[in-house]
């Protein structure tokens, strides 16, 4: 069964910055592309970063390129999000997500 665990979220101020992780298990973990998305209150959810380590492929929204970094650490079948200089526009809870499969998400809530 495949399994997806965010944490990390929490409250900060505009500017500063947090990092996200994800813990994975039941499938091959270093040969599968990875996702971030987030929904913030009221809105659909958006896709924030994606990493496929079998063609080498990192990819961002316009909206966290830049300020965000995706990776993923095979050996402990993790995937973490740095996010820096966080804005209030970022605030959503965020989920990662494999395939069809999204484990439940994280908090980040960005506000002065």
């Known amino acids: 069964e495949v399994q997806l665990q965010a944490f990390g979220g929490g409250l900060v101020q505009p500017g500063e910055s947090l990092r996200l992780s994800c813990a994975a298990s039941?499938?091959?973990?270093?040969?599968?592309?990875m996702y971030w998305v987030r929904q913030a209150p009221g809105k659909e959810f958006e896709w924030v970063a994606s990493i496929n380590s079998a063609i080498d492929r990192i990819t961002y929204a316009d909206s966290v390129k830049g300020r965000f970094t995706i990776s993923k650490d095979n050996a402990k079948n993790t995937l973490y999000l740095q996010m820096n200089n966080l804005r209030p526009e970022d605030t959503a809870v965020y989920y990662c997500?494999?395939?069809?499969?999204r484990g439940q998400g994280t908090l980040v809530t960005v506000s002065s």
């Open positions: 997500a494999m395939g069809i499969t």
């Open positions: 039941g499938f091959t973990f270093s040969s599968a592309a």
